[in-house]
């Protein structure tokens, strides 16, 4: 390198306008340093955040792919194949996101720490000297400028004493300040140097280890399964050219078929009207009244489903029951602010008025009334077998639903109530609700195994899971009430035993003071009797209690 411009520190003490100039382009040299060092660091800081987000981005990546067999699409099935596959990158990326890391380390060591040195320690050094200079150099003016004021005529031996003094140790000072305030920019020359030589080779000596790193990692055998990857990246791209261009086929053949069903009145004799349906789905408008004599029209999608007519808006998770249109009626009618209208009439007297196209609407809708009533029972026949026989157990509240009832004894189907875990609506849809129910079966790792039922209804879910609640509560007292009742009497029959055993001893006790006292009365053969007699006892008579008494009254007879 090319010597080191220097100031010279000889010149000092004499403290010269040449000195001072030539001090001067060093101070914009120093100013220049500090501008330039300024925007550096700012670059090589981006680099250095850069690297640490990119390592961050890189260890979040590689959690995310672990945790992808974890997640649940709804429209992704279990692929086993993509999980496995994932789980390889995660491993990979991992690895990367090591090497990222001991990277982010490196830069931070031997990039960053030398040009923040040298801006927060060197070039703060300069600035805190040329500070100090300053000041020195302003008290030596001051006591030379003292010192010429001193008079001739009127010379006070203490005062130039003081003075001399005063300017001495500011001579003193000035000097030692601008020499190492010299010295300080003369070593900046070389620091300037060192500072911007340094931190670029930290970088590229750790870049080359991060290069080094990763190649170490990155064996044939991750070459080979980058490799595989690749290949099957490119075979699902071709599928999904196929596919699409496919699909641009079938979007092609549909506008071309859809085209004359785009009119609101398509020609009934290009699009005849299919009376064979059996199910048929669309929107209709349907009248409902919005006060005494008022009535709008709400547009609403309706589909058949069995023997029931079902609406449904949208945003709806599902469809409701609109009306049973098992033996009901269509026809058309007339309305002043409606088109092509119809109405359905089902057998309890129920009116819906629907507005469309009346030619194929109302064919539909008869026609899948007709296939309903036909071949099929009732609703009320078809569900009537899914009925529970309930002989003692009263109802205590009943909710009409699709096959459903509530009573105190179970749920219709055949749940009972003491198997219902939970039971909750939907949030959204307060048709829908469900119950959780325990297994009589088996248990799976030692647990109740438990299933789920999903059901809809004309009522409000709440009020199902209120009766439900409601009802396993009644049934819950009643069951106390009977294991109460049952305890009760088998208390009662325990006390009934015990006062029989208790009375059974009495007697026997009563039984053997009887036969005591006969066996000590056949015992005193010479003790008179009551009259002044001798009782004379046989020697035939026998011990026992029978025999004492016939002896007795064989000897009142002889006396």
Not at 314 to 320: E, K, Q
Not at 390 to 396: E, L, N, Q, R, S
Not at 465 to 482: F, T, Y
Not at 529 to 548: C, I, K, P, T
């Amino acid at each position: 390198m090319p010597g080191i411009d220097k100031l010279p520190l000889e010149e000092t003490l004499e403290d010269s306008p040449q000195t001072r100039s030539l001090l001067g382009v060093f101070e914009e040299d120093t100013a220049a340093t500090s501008s330039y060092f300024s925007q550096l660091f700012k670059a090589m800081q981006r680099i250095y955040d850069a690297q640490n987000e990119l390592s961050a981005a890189t260890h979040l990546t590689s959690r995310l792919l672990k945790d992808y067999e974890k997640q649940r699409f709804p429209l992704g099935g279990d692929d086993e194949v993509m999980s496995s596959t994932l789980q390889q990158f995660a491993k990979v990326i991992d690895e990367l996101s090591s090497c990222h890391a001991v990277l982010s380390t490196q830069l931070a060591d031997a990039m960053m720490f030398p040009i923040t040195q040298f801006q927060e320690r060197d070039l703060r050094e300069i600035v805190i000297l040329k500070e100090v200079f300053q000041i020195s150099s302003d008290d030596h003016d001051t006591a030379v400028n003292r010192y010429s004021r001193l008079s001739k005529r009127k010379e006070n031996e203490k005062v130039k004493n003081e003075v001399m003094e005063d300017v001495y140790t500011s001579r003193k000072k000035q000097h030692e300040t601008i020499m190492h305030y010299f010295a300080s920019l003369n070593m900046l020359q070389y620091k300037k140097k060192i500072a911007l030589l340094e931190p670029l080779l930290g970088y590229m000596q750790a870049q080359i280890s991060f290069f080094k790193l990763g190649s170490e990692n990155l064996t044939q055998q991750w070459e080979e399964f980058l490799t595989n990857i690749g290949t099957s990246v490119q075979n699902v791209r071709r599928e999904m050219d196929s596919d699409a261009e496919a699909t641009e086929q079938t979007i092609q053949d549909l506008k071309a078929a859809s085209d004359p069903l785009y009119m609101p009145d398509p020609d009934p004799n290009k699009i005849p009207v299919n009376r064979n349906l059996t199910r048929k789905a669309g929107y209709l408008n349907t009248r409902y009244k919005t006060g005494l004599v008022s009535s709008a029209w709400e547009r609403q999608y309706f589909f058949t489903q069995g023997g029931n007519l079902m609406s449904q808006s949208r945003g709806d998770v599902a469809g409701g029951l609109v009306m049973d249109i098992d033996n009901c009626s269509v026809m058309a009618v007339d309305c002043d602010d409606r088109r092509f209208c119809f109405q359905i009439t089902s057998f309890d007297g129920k009116k819906i008025y629907l507005s469309e196209n009346p030619e194929e609407i109302a064919a539909r809708v008869n026609q899948s009334a007709l296939e309903a009533v036909t071949p099929s029972p009732s609703f009320q026949q078809r569900h009537e077998s899914f009925r529970p026989i309930i002989h003692t157990t009263p109802v205590h509240q009943l909710m009409s639903l699709q096959f459903f009832q509530v009573s105190i004894c179970c749920v219709v189907p055949q749940f009972p109530l003491s198997s219902v875990v939970l039971c909750a609506s939907h949030q959204e849809n307060k048709r829908l609700f469900g119950f959780v129910l325990k297994t009589a079966g088996g248990r799976v790792d030692g647990r109740p195994v438990t299933v789920c039922y999903v059901f809809e209804s004309n009522n409000d879910g709440e009020k199902i899971c209120d009766s439900v609640g409601l009802a396993k509560q009644i049934a819950l007292h009643s069951e106390m009430d009977r294991k109460a009742t049952q305890k009760q009497r088998g208390l009662d029959k325990a006390k009934e035993k015990q006062q029989e055993e208790l009375h059974k001893q009495k007697q026997i006790e009563k039984d053997l003071e009887e036969q005591s006292r006969l066996i000590a009365a056949s015992s005193r053969p010479g003790q008179p009797a009551a009259d002044g007699q001798f009782l004379v006892l046989s020697n035939s008579q026998s011990e026992d209690s029978d025999a004492g008494e016939e002896g007795q009254k064989t000897g009142e007879s002889e006396a």
